[in-house]
């Protein structure tokens, strides 16, 4: 059972644009959710993340928007460089931080020039 | 500043060998520590995760398991490697709101 789907397997983006991750989840115990950056052969990084008491979250290009009553959250990337391109990761956590992550399959983006 | 080192990047192991994957954690103390694993197709799956020494929580049934024997050491420990447990491994440790990871070791077994 996947409590985190991002359903996306991938996405291709125009250079330039708007990049627009989705992530759904079930377990309305989650409360605290990040984005996770990942290139071949390397572990993810952190992007960005937000608390459950919260509905946006900014940090230079990455904006990640949460809609709790329809357990949904969003990754948007603006504009969109080539550099974007990787694996995306939506993870969640019940314990208020990053302990015991749950994360999704992934969304490879892919940005086209 | 905190960095975490895990090795080996890359390995080729056959069928129904042992296997120990290794983590180390710098500039930190008493870290959360977990283990992911990356299988083809799939999402990360965490596979361990510790908050002290010698405290193992498991996520998963596997043929695998996990030990800290010091606090900042973190080992992943296979008996016997089947095909499937091929994949990228990573190790990664919390504090807060954040969690940092390895750069990862993908384990082929053939």
């Known amino acids: 059972d996947q409590q985190v789907k991002q359903n996306s397997p991938s996405l291709s983006v125009q250079e330039g644009r708007i990049s627009i991750l989705n992530c759904d989840y079930t377990?309305?115990?989650?409360?605290?959710f990040l984005w996770y950056k990942k290139y071949p052969a390397e572990g993810p990084t952190f992007l960005i993340s937000?608390?459950?008491?919260?509905d946006k979250n900014e940090d230079g290009r990455f904006t990640v928007f949460l809609n709790k009553s329809a357990k949904h959250l969003s990754l948007h990337i603006v504009p969109s460089q080539p550099g974007d391109s990787a694996v995306y990761f939506c993870?969640?956590?019940?314990?208020?931080?990053?302990?015991?992550?749950?994360f999704g399959k992934g969304t490879h983006l892919i940005i086209q020039p | 500043s905190q960095t975490i080192h895990q090795w080996p990047a890359t390995l080729v192991q056959p069928v129904g060998s042992p296997l120990s994957l290794e983590c180390t954690v710098e500039?930190?103390?008493?870290?959360?520590l977990y283990w992911y694993r990356q299988a083809a197709g799939r999402g990360l799956q965490l596979l361990f995760y510790?908050?002290?020494?010698?405290?193992i929580s498991s996520e998963v049934p596997q043929n695998l398991s996990a030990s800290r024997p010091q606090d900042r050491q973190f080992i992943l420990s296979y008996k016997k490697l089947l095909l499937s447990d091929s994949g990228f491994y990573l190790c990664?440790?919390?504090?807060?709101?954040?969690?940092?990871f390895g750069q990862g070791t993908r384990l082929t077994v053939v």
């Open positions: 990664a440790w919390s504090v807060m709101t954040e969690a940092f």
């Open positions: 377990n309305s115990m989650f409360d605290y």
């Open positions: 993870a969640a956590s019940t314990r208020g931080g990053a302990d015991g992550l749950t």
């Open positions: 510790s908050v002290g020494i010698g405290q």
């Open positions: 937000i608390s459950s008491i919260k």
């Open positions: 500039g930190t103390s008493n870290p959360n």
